[in-house]
């Protein structure tokens, strides 16, 4: 940083930390604990879309390199493009085996980090639900390094209320974007 960034206040932004993906299993217990829900064994990567034969090529060898995992028994990686153009990368595996779906995201994100897409990289989250039904995704952004929960209520809607409940829960276990207004509503995000 110079000397006129420190004078108007400018930082630098967070380096992307992917190993606290690797938090997630033991957040999801307390979370279990505290608030009843359970991860459904989804969970996806979000970037802009990219065009290429490059990127179809990387996007090729994480496909091949999550299929190779012989405890698997869904697909290993599925591709879907969401109505605002941003493109996912979907993972299942079971639902009570979330350290592989971890490990699935924190492949791919590095995947792509590695081979220069990494400016492209938004998100990834993890897919969880109560007794009730009621829906929860954990977000990890990928440029801050932080977390949020999601809880889409309906097509427009999100629980609020459920979401500062988790923040609350989860404090302890993740790195919880403080900054409110980053908590992006996802609305149709696979995984949810």
């Avoid at 995992?69 to 290993?76: A, K, L, M, V």
């Amino acid at each position: 940083m110079g000397f006129l960034d420190t004078l108007l206040g400018r930082t630098r932004p967070v380096p992307p930390d992917l190993d606290r993906l690797f938090g997630l299993p033991s957040a999801a217990v307390t979370l279990e604990a505290a608030a009843g829900f359970t991860a459904t064994g989804v969970g996806s990567v979000c970037f802009s879309s990219v065009e290429g034969a490059e990127f179809s090529r990387i996007q090729d060898e994480v496909r091949e390199l999550l299929a190779a995992d012989e405890q698997r028994t869904g697909p290993p990686v599925g591709s879907e493009r969401d109505a605002f153009g941003y493109s996912w990368l979907v993972s299942h595996r079971d639902a009570d085996d979330l350290p592989a779906l971890v490990g699935d995201l924190h492949a791919v994100n590095s995947a792509l980090e590695e081979s220069g897409f990494g400016p492209q990289l938004l998100c990834s989250l993890v897919g969880f639900r109560d007794p009730e039904g009621r829906r929860l995704g954990l977000v990890y952004l990928y440029k801050r390094g932080t977390f949020y929960p999601f809880a889409p209520v309906a097509a427009d809607r999100r629980d609020n209320a459920l979401e500062l409940q988790v923040r609350g829960v989860l404090t302890d276990d993740l790195r919880i974007e403080p900054d409110l207004s980053r908590w992006f509503a996802l609305w149709g995000a696979p995984g949810l």
